[in-house]
Nanobody, 123 residues
Framework: EVQLVESGGGLMQAGGSLRLSCAVS????????IGWFRQAPGKEREGVAC????????YYADSLKGRFTISSDNAKNTVYLQMVSLKPEDTATYYC????????????????WGQGTQVTVSS
């Protein structure tokens, strides 16, 4: 059974940091891509970052490069999203997604999703 479980969200003040985790089960880690997405109220779900288990490469939304870092612990089948210098506009529900694909910023490339974790950044 495929399962993705996010954790690590919370309430932070602007300028703070958070690390989100996505534990993946039911997949061979080296055969999938794992993406982080976020969705703010009233907005479309947008791609944030992606880790390719095929070749351990990473990709980022241009607007978030330098503040967000995606990493993995392949032994734990877990992908992390480190977020620094948080801004109120980073407030959203953050989701991880996975599939037998290569990294993509499109939500439609992934069939498997976690339940989401809320990140709220106050000014």
């Amino acid at each position: 059974e495929v399962q993705l479980v996010e954790s690590g969200g919370g309430l932070m003040q602007a300028g703070g940091s958070l690390r989100l985790s996505c534990a993946v089960s039911g997949f061979a880690f080296d055969e999938i891509a794992i993406g982080w997405f976020r969705q703010a109220p009233g907005k479309e779900r947008e791609g944030v970052a992606c880790f390719s288990g095929h070749d351990n490469t990473t990709y980022y939304a241009d607007s978030l490069k330098g503040r967000f870092t995606i990493s993995s612990d392949n032994a734990k089948n877990t992908v992390y999203l480190q977020m620094v210098s948080l801004k109120p506009e980073d407030t959203a529900t953050y989701y991880c997604a996975a599939d037998h694909t290569y990294c993509s910023g499109s939500r439609y490339s992934y069939d498997y999703w976690g339940q989401g974790t809320q990140v709220t950044v106050s000014s």
